[in-house]
Structures are given as structure tokens and as C-alpha cells.
């Protein structure tokens, strides 16, 4: 299409001819002002700059036009009255001579004449006003104003990037409409050029990857489904760092388990030169740079542009699409969501970070308690931490409908803490409020915060409730930042961490020994140290972490936490039906807290509840779609059902995680294993066992005489055999090596006094199922069962 026909009528009359414009303003893309015979009459270079940007705030605002007070704050803001209008007079007056004098309409507000002045985003605004979805996408050639500055002018910056973002979204909710309606004409071929471009748009979205995919199946192109669907795993996992969310990944697991993968041919529905442009495009995203733009000059950091990296607490949503005969078009209306991102810690203290991250995470925890409401995970919240993600796209990853964005600077003991709740649909402010407050203040800014968001998302937060939150769960503060510092998730992936953490919350209970939530944490960190590599009893420990969780629970039975920690410490004693009632109940009293959630999943594989763990481990992840433990928890549950290979394909996106989740190598092992593919299994211990301390090293073992190399596992076994003489603990390590080597002498008597150190594992079902058909295991089940009354 050339210039000459790209021309932008603006219609106020659909009976009148529209007016054929002497000049057009492209703003999609780098903006100019064409002649009639399609040249360039201003540029955006040197004093064309300010008569461009005017020019396209006239254009955006179409006949409301905007008024000269506006146009001075857009333009002028830091400009005496006096001087600020005189520039604008003189901007109009340059504007008039190079136009004609009638290429403004009115005079307070300005509004472009459409008879002199016509543009793409009128055109495109116009067409969607009158619903003609296939013209404004058409108007569409890429980022509003795209490269575009205008020296000493903050607030023009800070308008352009929201209209940019407004209207990319408004492109993108077209073209998914257009491609939804495709779809339902069953024109699947044109369904697939729709979502294709949107992918080209924006190709980390999980939204648009899901469209495409489905597509392309309905289109009956299994193979480019699969062929685009593992790029796009690979993108998101190098340029985010993480797994696909729930929706993709489901897609994913159904295409996998129709089509293998491993001898799907190259498709030419997804050329080699699509693909390349689509990593090109997902770098730039990465690099905060927009998807679709072409090489172009940096824009100029303006003071706003630091607002827009503040972390954000967004109420969220993961879709989890069931397997069906027929891949469904479009995705169910998500009920009220959020996700809570980390603030942004504005004084850049170090010593501050874990009161930041802190007020996130808690106000996690507050926000669950609002009724008809889900809300995302801390993992999957804070993976976007100092992430130049756009809010559209944090949304879109994470499934939810709104953002709440945050920044909090810690003066001495003052507080400033600037929140702002976002509508994800549109990038629209729902509310936004600052708090002026004191330190001892935090738990009332908690308050205020949840209350405001309730109330802007029309849901109910009782009062009572409401007086819990504002009452804290400490009156003394230092304890409280103590409890922050002992809660960093960072610090249970070692020994010296958890012990670190043991000492955090000791002190904060020094401090206030009514401090319900420490004790909980306490008792995590007990547990903690109790699986690690030290000197100390297993048993020992486990009694003390007992003790503090049960001080938890005397303290606030109200606290899930407290309930949750119970829990994890009566399974590991045994005590089952203790330990599901405990977090049972602590599900109940949060049930949008997905490690709850992950902890019941791995109670009901322990007693042997398949298909409800199962259950549990898929709300895990739909309320943390971004954690490598909740996804880990989905295979543990799989392969509990039996199904290893959908397992072995969750736990391949994991892989990329660096350091490595522990758990999903010892998962994927345990699949080799159960498929005798002992070479497989034992890369996988081998890949991890140098982090995974006894508990691999034996699992190594295992999968080493299983597979043939009873030399090498009994060198292992030495060395644990060594450890538990010395501490005492671990008979359960050196019993998988036995029953690896088949001994099973050796390995039922140390099953025995595994159940004395406490070191047995219900998650080593591989080991245990090993030894079922041996006539003693009816006397160990027995025992086990025993330590339950």
C-alpha cells in the first residue's frame, strides 16, 4: 500500500463524504507529517520535534481536543504562567504558518481540522469506536510515536508511554477478537495469521502463545503447534527465567502426548525466518526495548520512567486448560485476581530490602483474605522482580486481571509508600494513594491498602479483618523486621542459610515472645536444619521444630501458617492423620496459598491419595504458575498417577533453572527409573547429587547398581554407612543403597531403624515399591502405620 493510500479520513457523519485531508500525521511507528503527494513536510529532527508531539496529542485527543492549560503541563510544566503560554502562542503560530491558518478547530480547547490534518490514531480510534476491527488493525504499523522524545518535556514523555501502552493493548484486544471470530467461522487459516502476528507483537505473552497454538491445531497442524510450542518454551525460560504458565503448559502436555515430540519433522507453518524474527523480537522485550520496533534512537529517561519499574501487587489468575477432544477457542472469564510484585526500594539501601520485599510479601498474605478473590503466588509475583516487563505483559504471563504497583522509601523511621492498582485490560488506574507514616505504622498501611483495593475491585473485607490487619501480628517492630529477615526464601537453599534464619527468628521471639508467625518460622528452619548435612540428631531436631510450631498455634490459631508448619513436622514424625488435619486446616484459613497447597499435595502422595494430590498440586500452580515448586509438585503428583511421561515433560522445563531445583532431578530420575532407562536416571542424581548432600548421594547410588554399576555404588555407600555411625541419622539413605543392590536383608533392617532416627522418606516411592513383594514389608508397613496412633 502506498503512502497516497494510507490517508486517514475522520468521519462525523456516515451519511457525509468524509473530508479529504491536505496533510496526514503518521504516529504509528516514527512519526511524520506527509504532503499530498506523500512527502515528508515535518520529520522528527531539530524544531520539528515539539511541532510533531503537539501535533499528535491533537491527533490522540480527536474532537475533545485538549485545553491550553493542559497542553501547557504537557509541554511546560516547570515554566512560569507567563512564559509557558507565550511558547505555546508561538508553537501555534508555526504550526498555522506552515499549515494554513485553519488547521486548528476552536481555540480553548485546540482540536485538529480533519480537513487539513488527518492520522492513522484518529482513524484507528474511529474504527474501533464503530466497531470495525478489520480497519483499525489495519491503521496499526507499530508503536505509537516509536523512538520519539522531546528534550525537557517529562510529562509529553510520561503521556506518550501510557498512550503507547493504551493503544497497543487496544491493537492487541482487536486482533484477538478478530482472530476469536475466525476461530468461530471455523476459518482456521486466517485464525492463524492472526495469532501469528500478535506473536510477532509480543512473543513472550502466554495469551497469544496459547492462541497460536490452538490455532494451529484447530487448523490441524499438530506438528507446527509442537514446533512453535518448544521455541517458545525455550524463549520464555532464557529471557525470564522460567516455566511457561499453566495455560501453555497444558496445551504443551496435550500436544506431547498426541504427537512425539522427538520425531516431530520441521513444519512449514513455522519457517526458519518467522522463528528467528520471533527471538529477535523476545531479546528486545528482554531488554525493555518494544517487540515490533525497528532499530531507532534510545528514548530519553524521564523521572516518571522510574515509577514504572516499581514492583507491583497485581490480583491474578493462572487459567489451566484441561485436555479436550477439541482445543477450545477462546479462555473462560477469569474471576477478580491479583499478584503482589515487589515494591520498588526507592533509597536503593540494602539494609531496607528485606523491609520492602517484606511489606510485598505480606501484604500477599493480607490480600487472601478478601473473599471471591485469587491471588498470585510470592514465587511466580517476584520472578518479574527488576524485570523492564511492561504491566500488559506481567498480566498476561501471570493470567490476572489487575496490577497494583508500589514504591516505598525508609527515611530513619518514616515511611513513604506510593501504590497504584492497575487495570490490566487497559493499563488504567483503578486507585492509586500514598501513605506519609511512621515506621510502627506498617501494619495500618496494610490495612488501608487492602481495604482500598476491595474496595476498588467491589469486594467485601469485613471489619473485623480489617482491625486484624491493622493490629499486626507484633507490636514490636524490630521483631518484625527480624521476622522479614528470617522469612527470605533465599535462605532455606543451604545449611548456613537455614541457620541464619533460625537466628533471625530467634531474636524476633526474644523480642516478643507472643510472636505467633515467628515461631512458625522457627519451626520451618528446625526442619529445615534437620534435613541437612550436620551433627546433629535428625530426631532432635524434629522434636524441637514440634515444639515451636505447636507454641505457633497456641498463640494465633488463626495463623495458616502456624497450622501449615504443624503439619510438615507431624508427617515427617509419621503422624499422618495429625499432620492432614493440620494443613488441612491451614488451606482453609488461606486458601490462596499455594505452598499450603504444594505441602497437602505431598501429604496425599505420602498416604497414597493419588488423584487428589493430584488436585492440590494443580491449584498450587495455578496460584504460583511461575514456581519451580509447585510445578515440580504437578510431576510428583503425575507420577504418582502413574503418569511418567506427562511428568518427565513438566519437569523438562525446570531444567533451565540455575542452581537447579533439587527435587525435579530426583523426580526425573525416578521416571528413568520406573522405565528401566538407568542411564538416563543416573545423569540426572549426577547432574544434581553434588548439591543434594547425603539424601542424593544415595539416590546416586540406587540408580547406580540398579543400572549396572554395583563398584561405584558401593563406594557411596561406604561413606554414608561412615556418616551414620558418626551422627547416628540417616539409616534411610543407607537403606536405598541396599535395596539399590538388591540386599534386601540389608535394606529392610535399616528401613527399621530408619523409622527410629526419622530419617524414612515417603517421596523415594521408587525405593519402596522395590521391596513391596518381599514378605517383610507387611511387618515394616505395620511399624510405619503404628507411629500414626
Given at each position: 500500500?502506498s ?20 496533510y496526514?500525521?503518521a ?32 491527533a490522540a485527543?480527536?474532537?475533545r ?53 488527518s492520522?492513522?490514531?484518529?482513524a ?33 514523555e510520561?503521556?506518550?508511554?501510557a498512550?503507547?501502552?493504551r ?11 478478530l ?6 467461522a ?8 492472526r ?19 490452538r ?12 514446533q ?21 503448559s ?5 500436544l ?18 518467522a ?24 528514548r ?28 477450545a ?13 515487589p ?6 539501601a ?13 501484604l ?6 478478601l473473599?471471591?478473590l ?6 511466580s ?7 523492564n ?6 498480566a ?15 527515611v530513619?523511621s ?22 506519609d ?5 506498617i501494619?495500618?498501611?496494610?490495612s488501608?491498602?487492602a ?7 467491589d469486594l ?9 490487619i491493622r ?5 514490636n ?9 528470617g522469612?527470605?526464601?533465599t ?9 541464619a ?5 530467634r ?11 515467628a ?48 503439619g ?47 488436585v ?33 515433560a513438566?519437569l ?5 533453572l ?7 532431578g ?19 542424581m549426577r ?13 546416586l547410588a ?25 551422627l ?5 539413605e ?20 530408619s ?7 515417603f ?5 519402596v ?21
Amino acid at each position: 500500500m502506498s503512502l497516497s493510500q494510507r490517508y486517514v479520513r475522520v468521519v462525523t457523519d456516515p451519511l457525509k463524504a468524509p473530508p479529504i485531508a491536505r496533510y496526514r500525521l503518521a504516529t504509528f511507528g516514527p512519526p511524520a507529517l506527509f504532503g499530498a503527494d506523500a512527502d515528508t513536510f515535518l520529520g522528527h529532527h531539530g524544531h520539528h520535534r515539539r511541532r510533531l508531539a503537539l501535533l499528535a496529542v491533537l491527533a490522540a485527543a480527536g474532537e475533545r481536543g485538549r485545553s491550553r492549560d493542559q497542553l501547557l503541563l504537557l509541554f511546560w510544566p516547570d515554566a512560569t504562567q507567563a512564559r509557558a503560554r507565550h511558547s505555546l502562542d508561538q508553537l501555534l503560530y508555526a504550526l498555522r504558518s506552515s499549515l494554513g491558518d485553519s488547521v486548528f478547530d476552536g481555540v480553548n480547547p485546540l482540536r485538529l481540522n480533519p480537513e487539513v490534518v488527518s492520522s492513522d490514531v484518529g482513524a484507528f480510534n474511529a474504527a474501533l469506536d464503530r466497531g470495525d476491527l478489520e480497519a483499525a488493525v489495519n491503521e496499526y504499523r507499530g508503536p505509537f510515536l516509536d523512538g520519539f522524545y522531546v528534550d525537557d518535556a517529562a510529562e509529553f514523555e510520561r503521556w506518550a508511554e501510557a498512550e503507547r501502552a493504551r493503544l497497543a493493548g487496544s491493537y492487541a484486544g482487536a486482533l484477538e477478537r478478530l482472530a476469536q471470530d475466525a476461530s468461530a467461522a471455523q476459518d482456521y487459516a486466517t485464525a492463524v495469521d492472526r495469532w501469528r502476528t500478535l506473536v510477532e507483537t509480543d512473543p513472550l505473552s502466554a495469551k497469544n502463545a496459547a492462541g497460536l497454538i490452538r490455532a494451529l491445531v484447530n487448523a490441524g497442524d499438530d506438528a507446527a503447534a509442537l514446533q512453535y510450542a518448544k521455541r517458545y518454551e525455550a524463549l520464555v525460560a532464557k529471557d525470564l527465567g522460567v516455566a511457561v504458565s499453566p495455560a501453555v503448559s497444558s496445551l504443551i502436555d496435550e500436544l506431547r502426548a498426541k504427537t512425539p515430540y522427538e520425531s516431530t519433522p520441521p513444519s512449514p507453518s513455522m519457517t526458519a525466518p518467522a522463528v528467528s524474527q520471533a527471538a529477535t523480537q523476545a531479546e528486545a522485550a528482554a531488554s525493555g526495548e518494544h517487540p515490533a520496533q525497528q532499530v531507532r534512537p534510545r528514548r530519553r529517561s524521564s523521572p516518571y520512567v522510574i515509577w514504572a519499574l516499581i514492583a507491583l501487587v497485581v490480583i491474578g489468575i493462572a487459567v489451566w486448560l484441561r485436555p479436550k477432544p477439541r482445543i477450545a477457542t477462546t479462555l473462560a472469564a477469569a474471576e477478580p485476581s491479583i499478584a503482589v510484585l515487589p515494591f520498588a526500594n526507592v533509597s536503593g539501601a540494602r539494609e531496607d530490602a528485606p523491609l520492602v520485599d517484606g511489606l510485598a510479601e505480606e501484604l500477599i498474605g493480607v490480600l487472601t483474605k478478601l473473599g471471591h478473590l485469587r491471588v498470585i503466588g510470592r514465587t511466580s509475583a517476584f520472578a518479574f522482580k527488576n524485570a523492564n516487563v511492561g504491566a500488559r505483559r506481567i498480566a498476561d504471563s501471570l493470567g490476572v486481571t489487575n496490577i497494583l504497583e508500589g514504591a516505598v522509601q525508609k527515611v530513619g523511621s518514616h515511611l513513604r509508600v506510593q501504590v497504584r492498582l492497575i487495570d490490566a485490560r487497559d493499563g488504567s488506574t483503578r486507585w492509586s494513594d500514598t501513605y506519609d507514616r511512621e515506621l510502627r505504622d506498617i501494619f495500618a498501611v496494610q490495612s488501608d491498602i487492602a481495604g482500598a483495593v476491595a474496595r476498588a475491585l467491589d469486594l467485601r473485607l469485613g471489619a473485623t479483618t480489617l482491625a486484624g490487619i491493622r493490629r499486626g501480628s507484633t507490636s514490636n517492630i524490630a521483631a518484625y523486621e527480624l521476622y522479614l529477615r528470617g522469612n527470605d526464601p533465599t535462605l532455606t537453599r543451604s545449611d548456613s542459610g537455614a541457620r541464619a534464619g533460625f537466628e533471625y527468628f530467634r531474636q524476633a521471639i526474644a523480642l516478643d515472645p507472643k510472636y505467633a508467625a515467628a515461631y512458625a518460622g522457627l519451626a520451618r528452619m528446625q526442619m529445615r536444619i534437620a534435613s541437612g548435612d550436620d551433627a546433629e540428631s535428625h530426631r532432635d531436631r524434629l522434636a524441637l521444630a514440634e515444639q515451636a510450631a505447636l507454641k505457633a498455634v497456641a498463640l494465633d490459631d488463626s495463623l495458616g501458617d502456624a497450622h501449615a508448619s504443624l503439619g510438615s513436622v507431624r508427617r515427617d514424625n509419621y503422624q499422618m492423620t495429625l499432620a492432614e488435619t493440620e494443613l488441612q486446616r491451614a488451606v482453609a484459613l488461606e486458601p490462596t496459598n499455594a505452598r499450603f497447597h504444594e505441602w497437602l499435595a505431598q501429604q496425599y502422595v505420602a498416604t497414597g491419595r493419588s488423584k487428589e494430590a493430584l488436585v492440590e498440586a494443580r491449584h498450587a500452580q495455578d496460584l504460583d504458575p511461575l514456581s519451580p515448586t509447585a510445578n515440580a509438585e504437578v510431576a510428583r503428583a503425575l507420577i504418582a498417577n502413574d503418569r511418567c511421561d506427562e511428568a518427565l515433560a513438566q519437569l523438562e522445563k525446570l531444567k533451565f533453572l540455575r542452581p537447579p531445583l533439587l527435587r525435579a532431578g530426583e523426580l526425573a530420575a525416578q521416571c528413568y527409573a520406573r522405565k528401566t532407562m538407568w542411564p538416563e536416571a543416573i545423569a540426572e542424581m549426577r547432574r544434581i547429587s553434588a548439591n543434594a548432600g547425603p539424601r542424593g548421594k544415595s539416590m546416586l547410588a540406587y540408580m547406580l547398581a540398579r543400572g549396572g554399576r554395583p563398584d561405584e555404588a558401593r563406594q557411596i555407600l561406604a561413606a554414608l554407612l561412615d556418616r551414620e555411625r558418626r551422627l547416628n541419622s540417616g539409616a534411610f539413605e543407607v537403606a536405598t543403597v541396599y535395596a539399590g543392590l538388591g540386599d534386601n536383608d540389608q535394606a529392610f533392617a535399616w528401613l527399621d531403624k530408619s523409622l527410629d532416627d526419622r530419617s524414612f522418606g515417603f517421596d523415594r516411592t521408587i525405593v519402596v515399591d522395590g521391596l513391596r513383594n518381599d514378605p517383610r514389608f507387611d511387618r515394616f508397613r505395620q511399624r510405619l502405620e503404628g507411629q500414626n496412633r
